[in-house]
Structures are given as structure tokens and as C-alpha cells.
């Protein structure tokens, strides 16, 4: 995020998304300003709000993947709502307030995953003697004393040992054994903790549907067990799972959880982006009253304060919503952004609206991206060593079927694709194990041969493309 200039962060972009100039180029410049808020003194960068965002336009433009694509290139904190899950207090359902909660569960995932990543070296060499001391038991044991693992299990040569400085170099030997992988089906027995041998929370009835009985339920979790701590029992399993299980337990030892909890709130606070999709669900259209429009206005009203900066109570401290970027889409059919509440409005200031894709578009997304979906069926496939290839004229026709097959049913934007993508190749997948080995190529009469029957009967085309 900082070394990225919004040029740069377009490019990236590029390598993920076809088309959409105009919201890439709006995207990029918000994730700059939040670069640019950081250099500021601190009594200006607190009066510098994030420009929030509404992206308007059809299913499978991309949308979602311009936010999400966004977010990792910031290495931000960032989470997806759908605003159909949502209502307002007092009804049955969840409360927006959880939305920041769950960025906040997201954002500590992150920081500790690195830094499990930072103690990595410290946590193996701890893990790696633990799992040595299983596998011979320690010099001041006696020979005939239980130990964790036999040492009858260990080669020949590591026969046990008069000294304590054979004991040294035996385990040395071990270790040797150890990183070779060569003690990886060896069973030895260790201590493991016991999920639920604490106490179990009863669940209340109804109160699944209670706002904010999710948090309410966690937090319940936490405190009983402070209060009742889980259970340790012995099991025997191979020397791989257990390093990995020792491993897992050492980080975790070396990690400072608080720290990693003031580092994610920070996170959140000053870089975490939300995006909310389909907001046009609970837009209320001009030409319909009454109904189910108040609880969407309830819910309109219950954003205002998210959006505009509040302070959202979590299991992990409070958290402000200030300077959070908001990202809002929706496809906007029956509904307009003006039917949204004017001060919901007011508090996305940037509006871009995506273009729907055509056939030169389709083609592109065949075959630019580094994800495209050619690629992903060519890797899959080469998994059971059938090599299979596509033509030009192959490539054109596919995105010729997507074009025709958005314009006589739903337009589904990208998404045909994979439908007409999986319907092609529907029979070489199911046969790929019996034909490994051979080379295929699919050219446009392949492609006519599996799809022109299916386009050409619309009613067949809606329940299959």
C-alpha cells in the first residue's frame, strides 16, 4: 500500500480484472487517500474522512473481486456482507453493529497469522525438542520407566545408550532422522487439549435470532473458559502430526495476544475496508409503500451511524468506525440510488457505475488474467495427465456463446463462463482418469458440437446455461 502509486495499483488490478477503467482508477485513488491520510499530522488526519463508494451495475461485472483484489494489494482488513442479511433492531435477524465485528475477528485472524509467521523459527526449534524429547526419553530417566515413546522404536544404531554423552549424540542422530522425514510413521503418545472439556453453554431458545446474540455467545465462550479450562488428555499419533500439533502449540506460547489485539484494532480503525453488497435490496422504490419498506428503511437508518463513525462494542475492545472504508454495490434494476435515505446518501459521495460485458470483454477473460478460467481447467486436468489445449477460433466461439446465452436469458455478466465452461467439459472431466496421457485440443467445431443444441432451444438454455 504505501510503495503502490494509483497507476500502479491499476495495473495490478489489470492482471485479475478486464474492463471497468472508471471504477478502477476511483478505487485506486481511495486506497492512495488512505496512504496520504497517514502522512498528515495528527490533528488534520483526524478530520480526513474516507471517501465511501457506491459501484453500480449488473451481476458479474466484477464488482466484488475490483474490492476484494483491492483489499489484499492494501493487506487490509477486509470483509463481505450482503445487506439482505441485515435488520433493523427489534426484528428477527442480525444487527448491522456485526458487521464490524466480524471485520474485527478478521483483522486479529490476520495479524496473528503473521505473527505466527514472525515467531515461526523460535516456534519450530522449540516444537523440534519437545518432539525429540517424545521419541528418546530424557538421560535421567531410568531405563525401565515409562516413557512417552519406546525407545525400542528407534533404529539399531540408536540402541539405548550407557552415557549421557551417547544419550547426546543419539538424539542427535535423531534429529538427523527427524529432518529427513524418515520418523514422520512413528507413533509416539503426547499431551493434547480437549475442545469442550469445560463447560458446555446452553442455548437459549430464540436467542439465535436475537440482535446481537452472536457476540453475546462468544463472548459467554471466552469467559468460561478463563473460568474452566479445557481438559488435557494423552493420544498416540504419528511424529507428523504431532509436529504439527507442537508446533501450532509453541507459536501460539510465543505470541502476545494482546499485542496482536491492539495491532488489529488499529488495522481496522484506520485501514479496514466493508464492502456491502446488493445495497439496492434495501432501497425503497419510489413506486412502491408500505410493507416490507419499513424494516428496509430500518436498516438504512440503523447504517447511517456505521458509516457516518461510531463506536461498535466487541469482544476485543471498541472499536471506531471513522475512518473505515465503506464500499457499497448493487446491480440497482428496480430501484435507484436516490431511493436510498438522503443521509445514507450523503455518506457515499463517490458513485461509479460498471459497464456490462460483451463478447470482446468475454474473450479477454478467457485469456489475459492470471487466473483465467482456461487456465484453471488446463491445471486441473493436467492433475490426471490429460493435457487439453483451446484455438483461437475455440476462445471466440466461447465467448460468442456467453455474449448470446446473457442476451436471450439473464444476464449474468462473467459468471456464463463457468456455466458454459463446465458444460463443455463436463464429459472430459468424468472420463480424465481413464484417458490420462493423451493431448487434446478443443477448436470452435468442438465447441459448436457441445453448445449450439443447448443455444439454440431457449427453454433448454435457462436450466442448463
Known amino acids: 500500500m504505501h510503495a503502490l502509486t494509483p497507476r500502479q495499483i491499476v495495473a495490478e488490478l489489470d492482471k485479475f480484472i478486464i474492463g471497468q477503467e472508471h471504477a478502477k482508477r476511483m478505487v ?72 464490524v465485528r466480524d471485520l474485527m475477528e478478521f483483522g486479529v485472524a490476520m495479524v496473528r497469522k503473521e505473527e505466527q509467521e514472525r515467531v515461526q523459527g523460535k516456534a519450530a526449534a522449540a516444537a523440534e525438542e519437545r518432539l525429540l524429547d517424545l521419541l ?28 549421557s554423552g551417547d544419550m547426546s549424540s543419539t538424539r542427535e542422530k535423531l534429529r538427523d532422522l527427524l529432518h529427513k522425514g524418515l520418523l514422520d510413521d512413528r507413533d ?41 479450562p479445557p481438559k488435557r488428555k494423552r493420544k498416540k499419533m504419528k511424529v507428523k502430526e ?35 453488497d446488493e445495497i439496492d435490496k434495501i432501497a425503497s422504490s419510489s413506486h412502491s409503500k408500505g410493507g416490507p419498506d419499513v424494516s428496509r428503511e430500518g436498516v438504512q437508518r440503523d447504517l447511517l451511524p456505521i458509516v457516518e463513525g461510531t463506536v461498535v462494542h466487541t469482544k476485543y475492545g471498541h472499536v471506531r468506525t471513522d475512518h473505515i472504508l465503506f ?7 428496480s430501484a435507484k440510488p436516490s431511493d436510498l435515505a438522503p443521509e445514507l446518501q450523503g455518506r457515499f459521495p463517490l458513485r461509479v457505475e460498471l459497464s456490462p460485458l460483451g463478447q470482446h470483454e468475454f474473450y479477454r477473460i478467457l485469456t489475459e488474467p492470471e487466473n483465467a478460467l482456461t487456465k484453471q481447467y488446463t491445471a486441473l486436468l493436467e492433475t490426471e495427465r490429460v493435457r487439453i489445449s483451446f484455438t483461437e477460433d475455440a476462445l471466440q466461439e466461447l465467448a460468442a456463446c456467453a455474449q448470446r446465452a446473457n442476451e436471450e436469458t439473464e444476464n449474468i455478466g462473467a459468471r456464463r463462463l463457468y456455466t458454459i465452461l463446465e458444460h463443455l467439459l463436463a464429459d472430459l472431466s468424468f472420463e480424465a482418469p481413464e484417458r490420462a496421457g493423451e493431448v487434446i485440443v478443443i477448436d470452435r467445431d468442438t465447441v459448436r458440437g457441445k453448445l449450439t443444441d443447448v443455444l439454440e432451444d431457449r427453454d433448454l438454455a435457462r436450466y442448463i446455461l
Open 28 to 99: 485506486a485513488i481511495a486506497l492512495r487517500n488512505r496512504w496520504r491520510r497517514q502522512q498528515l499530522p495528527p490533528a488534520l488526519r483526524e478530520e480526513v474522512a474516507p471517501k465511501n463508494i457506491i459501484m453500480i451495475g449488473p451481476t458479474g461485472v466484477g464488482k466484488t473481486e475490483i474490492a476484494r483484489r483491492l483489499a489484499r494489494l492494501a493487506g487490509a482488513p477486509f470483509f463481505k456482507v450482503d445487506a439482505t442479511k441485515f435488520t433493523e433492531v427489534g426484528y428477527v435477524g442480525r444487527d448491522v453493529e456485526s458487521m
Open 327 to 333: 464500499i457499497a454495490a448493487g446491480a440497482f434494476h
Open 242 to 276: 504431532a509436529w504439527e500439533l507442537l508446533l501450532q502449540e509453541e507459536a501460539d506460547r510465543l505470541i502476545d495476544m494482546d499485542k496482536v489485539t491492539d495491532i488489529a484494532k488499529e488495522r481496522v480503525e484506520e485501514s479496514g475496508i466493508l464492502f456491502i
Open 136 to 163: 528418546l526419553p530424557p538421560g535421567s530417566r531410568g531405563m525401565d520407566s515409562p516413557s512417552p515413546a519406546s525407545i525400542n522404536d528407534v533404529p539399531a544404531f540408536a540402541a539405548p545408550p550407557a552415557q
Open 188 to 228: 509416539v503418545e503426547m499431551e493434547i487439549s480437549v475442545s469442550g472439556g469445560g463447560m458446555e453453554i446452553m442455548s437459549i431458545p430464540g436467542m439465535q435470532n436475537m440482535p446481537g446474540a452472536e457476540d453475546m455467545q462468544s463472548q459467554f465462550k471466552d469467559i468460561f473458559s478463563k473460568v474452566f
